[in-house]
């Protein structure tokens, strides 16, 4: 409001953009997109909405009027300022009103003179004024007008690119070469030529110009893969897909990677062809970056390098990539300027700090420089709070052993320069690969490194037999950042070059080949017939590798213009390497299908088919609907591939049974299925009613199984269900179970604890392989096998049983901290506070405390179970036991409960605590 006047923002609206390309269409207009697309990508904008919508340079027309306009004489400061804005802009970049003062200055005389032009083109509709920051109204409007008014040079692009340059701060910097690789590749040798001129400026940091170098590294990325793109294409099978094999091709061409044929023909093939493309690449150059570094020297790096912390030294070395050579003696000094490791953050960066000065330093001057190598594995495990032991194999080899927690905490995340670590589902192999890293990183002259995980007990931890916590690795495991760095960046890149011009193109086309698929599904189960006539698989064979080539050719996703850029160059190169997962889903799928008719192992076929039906469902609960355009992916498609794949492994058990099936008879496909199904199952429990014959009061069904054998028809498996009075009997009777009955049983069985119908915290699952007949099934594990069942898990939620638990887990972590503490060398820094007997007796007084809150019925026996425990922990504090409570805790999934935790009262205590959030107070009266 300006007094009584408002300013309208006019806006398009929906119901308007409709009409509008309802026009279009009736005019039979060509359109490129549909118009909710469109709409969605205009931000509203009319010109833009009709640009993005229609085939034809209709945008381009109207703006050529504004940028003749503007080439008027007296309209030289307004031109430049436009130029400037509108670059920037085109990049997805801001300039500030100060930025554009200094720019201008020489032209305009004046700020004022500058204020006045950026005023008339606001009221142009050329630029967009947002506080202090100048943009332009549309990225598509701005680089086309931005093309406009360079079309007759001087200033060419990248001049006007290169004054931007020089107005930006270092780390903005960095984006701009980006971003000019991107969409203005002609210009960013001569933008970073720019940019290096502002190196040598007083407010230079380390962070800013290692920002500034990942962009160098960035755009020579993108330089790289756009020569690289077209050989791959060329050369690459029919339907393979370049996203695919670029790291591949990247790793033999630029890392040392070799594909060695391993005498499987399908893999030799493949690998002899990757090779091929490899070596018609070009070997990677660095031209972007060397422009910047070209302005950098030692002596400036070792300044930069020494004024700031650990961690911006390590950023800034990393980005550099060697591209700086340093002398033995500034490296010695950058290394020294920084103290050793107290914490594992700092071992990290401590370690990369190695890594990165390695280069620079002789093998014979190395131990001169970083301390002998023992010192140095030493730091590191000093810094682990969970070390307990380092030892040097054969002279430079480190082995750290750790002491496995009780809880192991997923991975803290990496430096924020970093590419971003993926999901993981195994932290403790996570935590144990980082640390055998930071030994490998420090430890430049090992050849392996190890760690080894041990329990509270001493034991090494292990799980039916196998050690997760033990590594022994070779350096040459370990690749080299800036390769691994590059190489990501390099799909990032080639991923964005095959990206599909609009969403509206790849939906359409997703939509084909899933419908495609769907119809080769549905026909599947018809070429497992053992009299199936040749003719027909051939042609189905067909239809199948014609959907498995097509779904390999899709392209990447458009770029989404409307998301803000990440918090770093790694990772925008992470999110433009994701694979789509719709594109992914349907190339599983193809690729299962394309199976069937190559591979005679139909427990395999089934297998696969699986998978893609999982990955079909995991893209459907993924993908959003964009911009109101369909799913492209129908519903029958992942019932399609798990009912193939149930026929799989039916004609797998049952063969004769699929030599009379007649073409398009779904009802007797069906009915086969069924009937292995219902004997598979009766085989089963022909196997398994020995436990209800043994045990009365237990009750065996089939129920669905979160991690079904890969021979299940119906992905099930046995629920043995039994009253704590019958437990004790139910699981020996699981137990006694022949050893190789259990490895042939091509199913899972558990046994759960009820009260009633009600389950209750306390399961096994028998183990098909291993010493131990049944292991403790508990976690998320058993969440995951109740939820299958439909059996959730009751938890009551009163504040005395949640203090029950957290004390009783409070015991626990006493234990390992004790544990811990003594198996810790005394020279070492503490980094666990060891319990007292004045700790424990406090949490005997809690204990009673926390009791006292629950009826008698339920209280007498969770303080009996607490009171155990901390009876116990004092033993060990006392040093009057070899058993830890700990230990038992950690070591029973390998051998189960021990005989002197049984005797001790230990197992009895914890299974009593371990129901607690599981028994209603009135129906605990009846067994407890």
Known sequence: ???????????????????????????????????????????????????????????????????????????????????????????????????????????????????????????????????????????????????????????????????????????????????????????????????????????????????????????????????????????????????????????????????????????????????????????????????????????????????????????????????????????????????????????????????????????????????????????????????????????????????????????????????????????????????????????????????ITITPSGRRYRVGGFEPGFKHMAREVFKERTGVRRNVGFQGAVRMLSAAPTWTDLLLEQSQIAQALVDIASEGAFRLRANDPPHHAQAWAERAQAANERAGELASTPKDGSKERAASHASEDDAQRQNDPVSQALGAAAQALSNLGTNDNRVAVALSLRDAAAKVEHARLLTPTYFGLDQPVPDALSTELERLARAAISSARDPDSWTSVRFGDHAAVNAITAASTAKAQQQQYAVLSVIEAAVPGAVLQSVPDPFPSPTSIDQTGWLVTAALQDWDETVNALANIDVDTRRTLDCNVWALAVDGVRPLPLAVIMAHYGEQPVLPLAGGSLDQHLTAAGLPLAQTVDAATAKVRELAATVAQASWALALHRSRPTDWPSTVPAPEIDDLDRLAIAAQSAVAQLPDSVGSVLGAALDTLVAQVKLELQEATDLTLAGELLDVADRGPTPAAIDAGLWQALTDLSLAPAIGFQASEGFV
């Open 1 to 451: 409001m300006n007094g009584s006047t408002r300013v309208i923002k006019p806006v398009l609206d929906r119901l308007t953009a409709e009409l509008i390309a309802e026009r279009v269409e009736r005019a039979e207009l060509t359109t490129k997109m549909a118009p909710a697309e469109a709409l969605a990508r205009s931000d509203g904008l009319l010109m833009e909405f009709l640009s993005l919508l229609r085939e034809g340079k209709h945008l381009e027309q109207v703006l050529a009027s504004q940028a003749a306009a503007l080439a008027a004489p007296g309209r030289e400061i307004q031109r430049e300022a436009a130029r400037l804005v509108l670059a920037a802009h085109a990049l997805g970049l801001s300039l500030t009103s100060r930025m554009l003062g200094d720019a201008l200055a020489a032209i305009a005389g004046s700020n004022s003179a500058v204020g006045d032009a950026l005023a008339t083109l606001k009221n142009e509709h050329v630029v967009l004024e947002q506080g202090d920051i100048w943009t332009g109204l549309h990225e598509l409007r701005s680089q086309t007008l931005a093309t406009l008014l360079h079309d007759a040079p001087p200033p060419t692009l990248g001049d006007t690119l290169s004054v931007i340059a020089r107005l930006l701060p270092a780390d903005e910097a960095g984006w701009l070469l980006r971003r000019s690789a991107e969409r203005f590749p002609e210009t960013v040798v001569a933008v970073a030529d720019a940019v290096a001129s502002n190196l040598h400026e007083p407010g230079a940091t380390s962070s800013g110009v290692a920002e500034l170098l990942e962009g160098a590294e960035r755009a020579d990325n993108i330089v790289y893969a756009t020569t690289c793109l077209p050989i791959i294409q060329r050369l690459a099978p029919p339907g393979t897909s370049p996203t695919l094999i670029a790291p591949i091709v990247h790793g033999i061409r630029n890392q040392d990677t070799s594909l060695d044929p391993i005498g499987a023909p399908a893999f030799d093939r493949t690998a002899t062809l990757m090779t091929r493309i490899a070596r018609a690449l070009p070997p990677r150059s660095s031209p972007v970056l060397e422009a910047i570094t070209r302005q950098l020297d030692s002596t400036l790096v070792v300044s930069l390098l020494t004024s700031g912390t650990l961690v911006e030294a390590v950023r800034l070395l990393e980005a550099l990539a060697g591209s700086v050579t340093l002398s033995a003696s500034e490296a010695s000094a950058v290394f020294q300027e920084f103290d050793e490791p107290i914490n594992a953050t700092q071992a990290d960066a401590w370690t990369r700090l190695i890594s990165a000065l390695n280069p620079f330093i002789a093998s014979e001057n190395r131990e001169a420089t970083f301390g002998p190598v023992g010192h140095r594995a030493l730091a590191i495990a000093r810094a682990e709070p969970s070390a307990v032991m380092l030892a040097m194999q054969t002279g430079s080899n480190p082995s750290v052993t750790v002491m496995h927690g009780l809880d192991v905490p997923e991975q803290a995340p990496g430096m924020t320069w970093d590419v971003p670590s993926s999901s993981s589902s195994d932290p403790l192999n996570d935590f144990v690969v980082a640390l055998a890293q930071q030994l490998a990183f420090a430890c430049p002259e090992a050849g392996h490194v190890a760690v």
